[in-house]
């Protein structure tokens, strides 16, 4: 793959091959294929009245056609497209000419009756990139969100300083912190599955005209519904122009979109936390950190998952923008923007195959962190003033900003000489020295389910 243009089928082709079922030129083919032949099928079924004698020991050699489809079939579809010069009605003549070699050619001006092209890619693509979605995308995004689930759970009690604005906070846990990620992922996540995957089926502009004068007496809306979404298990749009208006393919963008910027922010901290050296890297024999400098560990895989997760996002705000804007009755330019669908979702696969190699590396550098929370002693002034407000002490938030404030650094020892001064009871000075920066956690360990 030395010589191909893009990295999703030169370079990182190991992780993006499990879409070309569905999502390559071949995937698009066969795809259109199975419409052809199930739509063929579905006329049989009706049945027309010149399709009533179709041999039914026939029918599903016939449904072969697609099951079967092989890359002979589509080279045979591409040479024919070169004189067609139509991509559509060469997968018309793939379908009529294995209706000759099957014996059954008498019937094969019913493939393709009364459709437009759009007809076969409006249901070929949203069935491909349902698929894709279902076998490729979302079982890595689910592998991906249980290992953050599983980094919750064994660093749920491990306090850890927080940083707001880049400043100490009220610290946390570690693994509360990876919880977060793995909620944020399983919404999105949930949008994702759950996204309407829109089909039209109705002829040239949509309201099914030539079916409808070659078989007045024939309800063809009613048949296009059962044939997209009982037939094919998509969602039929009722009412188009000559395409499907592509709203809920933007809905799909867009989810997708939601993941990849939850990623980002993933990859983001983790790769901080590597700079704080809160994790150390697992070292791989053989690998270089650096050209130049021996001793580097590099977050690469955090950093390639970055990168990937941004081109992948910046493509389907195009698509989400773009796609559902059509000129009148239909322009071309949907075209070539469907053709690059897989391209964000082979992104999408490859940085969170990053995101995986780099988590998996990850060693927990506990010492580092300790030492940053037993640093900060300022961070349990939150604590300590919300204590004695409760006590009703006078303008306590004031006292604790004058001492962390103005004074140097503050310590364990500057912490326990402001409360030997404060004018409190013995029993409430002994609960504020109870207080650091490593127990002050609230309820962090228990928000942690995994």
Not at 102 to 128: C, I, R, Y
């Amino acid at each position: 793959m030395l010589d191909a243009i893009s990295p999703v089928d030169g370079r990182y082709r190991r992780h993006t091959a499990s879409l070309a079922p569905w999502m390559s030129e071949m995937g698009l083919i066969h795809h259109r294929v199975e419409v052809e032949v199930e739509y063929f099928l579905a006329l049989v079924a009706m049945p027309l009245p010149q399709l009533a004698d179709f041999p039914s020991d026939k029918v599903e050699a016939f449904r072969d056609v697609h099951r079967k489809f092989s890359a002979e079939d589509a080279r045979w579809i591409k040479d024919k497209e070169r004189v067609t010069n139509h991509d559509v009605k060469a997968v018309e003549y793939f379908v009529k000419e294995a209706m000759e070699r099957l014996g059954v050619g008498a019937w094969k001006e019913f493939v393709h009756f009364g459709l437009t092209s759009q007809d076969v890619n409006n249901t070929a693509v949203p069935l491909s990139l349902k698929r894709a979605t279902e076998q490729a995308l979302l079982p890595l995004l689910d592998a991906t969100i249980e290992d953050l689930a599983r980094f919750a759970v064994e660093w749920k009690d491990v306090p850890m300083l927080a940083r707001t604005h880049g400043q100490a906070a009220s610290p946390v846990t570690l693994g509360k912190e990876f919880q977060v990620f793995v909620d944020r992922l399983r919404g999105q996540r949930d949008a994702l599955a759950n996204a309407t995957y829109a089909a039209k089926f109705g002829g040239a502009t949509g309201q099914f005209n030539a079916h409808h004068v070659a078989y007045p007496e024939v309800d063809w809306p009613a048949f296009g519904q059962h044939f997209v979404e009982v037939t094919l298990g998509l969602t039929r749009t009722p009412v188009t122009t000559q395409i499907e208006p592509y709203d809920h393919l933007a809905a799909w963008c867009d989810a997708l979109r939601r993941v990849h910027t939850i990623l980002m922010d993933l990859d983001k901290d983790i790769w901080t936390y590597i700079s704080m050296d809160y994790f150390k890297q697992m070292i791989v024999a053989g690998e270089v950190g650096s050209s130049a400098m021996p001793h580097k560990v590099n977050p690469i895989d955090f950093e390639n998952s970055e990168g990937n997760l941004g081109v992948a996002n910046a493509l389907l705000a195009h698509f989400a923008e773009k796609l559902p804007i059509s000129r009148l009755q239909r322009d071309l330019t949907d075209s070539t923007v469907l053709r690059n669908l897989g391209v964000p979702m082979a992104h999408s696969l490859i940085a969170m195959n990053a995101t995986r190699k780099g988590l998996s590396k990850l060693v927990l550098n506990e010492v580092k962190l300790s030492a940053d929370l037993e640093a900060n002693w300022a961070i349990v002034a939150e604590a300590i003033q919300t204590i004695l407000r409760r006590e009703a002490y006078p303008e306590p938030y004031e006292a604790l900003k004058a001492l962390t404030r103005t004074h140097g650094a503050i310590t364990s020892e500057v912490m326990s000489e402001f409360i030997d001064g404060l004018n409190v009871g013995d029993a409430v000075k002994a609960e504020l020295r109870g207080i650091t920066p490593s127990n002050y956690l609230g309820f962090a360990s228990k928000l942690v389910r995994g």
